[in-house]
Nanobody, 124 residues
Framework: QLQLVESGGGLVQPGGSLRLSCAASVFILQDYGIGWFRQAPGKEREGVSCINTSGSTTNYADSVKGRFTITRDNANNRVYLQMNSLQPEDTAVYYC?????????????????WGQGTQVTVSS
């Protein structure tokens, strides 16, 4: 079964941190990279970060470089997004998705496999 489930969203003050978790089925992790995407109200979905199957290659949007870190724990079938120095403009629904693994270095291209999303709100 191909499944992705996000968790870890919530309300945080500006400058705070959150760690998102994406629990993925083994069938996804063995064949795909994993990416995080977000969509704010009234805006298009944007790629945030992605990581290849081995975890050796990552990609970040310019807006989150230096603040967010993506990692994967294949032993526990999870991919994490550590988000530091959060700002109100980071407020969005965050989704994890399976991504094409061989072009992670260049860009994060999602497949049809998505999670249901988790809300992140940054506000004082």
């Amino acid at each position: 079964q191909l499944q992705l489930v996000e968790s870890g969203g919530g309300l945080v003050q500006p400058g705070g941190s959150l760690r998102l978790s994406c629990a993925a089925s083994v069938f996804i992790l063995q064949d795909y990279g994993i990416g995080w995407f977000r969509q704010a109200p009234g805006k298009e979905r944007e790629g945030v970060s992605c990581i290849n199957t081995s975890g050796s290659t990552t990609n970040y949007a310019d807006s989150v470089k230096g603040r967010f870190t993506i990692t994967r724990d294949n032993a526990n079938n999870r991919v994490y997004l550590q988000m530091n120095s959060l700002q109100p403009e980071d407020t969005a629904v965050y989704y994890c998705a399976a991504v094409l693994p061989h072009i992670v270095r260049d860009r994060c291209v999602p497949t049809k496999h998505w999670g249901q999303g988790t809300q992140v709100t940054v506000s004082s």
